[in-house]
């Protein structure tokens, strides 16, 4: 195929999309591996919102094995929206202790409106421990909401 002035055309190619049970499966398989490999947690937070659920639950794990040098990653996926932000609280709840850099977003979730995310905000900021200290203004002010009681 010649195009103007002599150039080849291209063949269009075709866009394939991922088979998302390998990538499910490889984030398995690599997982121990990732222990301690900060530089693998963006990437792995960025899986946080994938629409698979399954791609998500694999990179939730991943994060949380990393431990405490995935918390900044973490953090920052808590400020989007709301099934990122879910996947984030449970790899936080994993890390427990160790999760302590991530009071000042987890705080923000307690001020926002999603009651699920504010009640599990609440759980993470409860297995911080003393570390959590800052939050407790933020804590009793989310306990006086009562309008989801039932």
């Known amino acids: 195929m010649t195009g103007v002035a002599g150039r080849h055309k291209m063949p269009r190619m075709m866009i394939v999309q991922p088979d998302l049970g390998v990538v499910r499966n490889a984030l ?19 899986l946080l919102k994938d629409k698979d659920e399954g791609v998500r639950e694999a990179a939730t794990k991943a994060l949380a094995r990393i431990g405490p040098k995935a918390v900044p990653a973490l953090s920052a996926a808590l400020g989007g929206a709301d099934e990122p932000a879910r996947a984030a609280l449970t790899a936080l709840e994993r890390i427990g202790p160790g999760a302590k850099d991530a009071v000042e977003p987890l ?7 999603n009651t699920e995310l504010r009640i599990r905000a609440a759980i993470v900021l409860g297995k911080l421990g003393a570390d959590a200290r800052p939050a407790l203004p933020a804590l009793f002010e989310a306990a006086k909401d009562i309008a989801n009681v039932g």
């Open 107 to 113: 705080v923000a979730i307690l001020k926002g409106k």
């Open 28 to 46: 398995a398989r690599e997982s121990d591996r990732l222990v301690g490999a900060v530089h693998a947690a963006p990437a792995l937070a960025e």
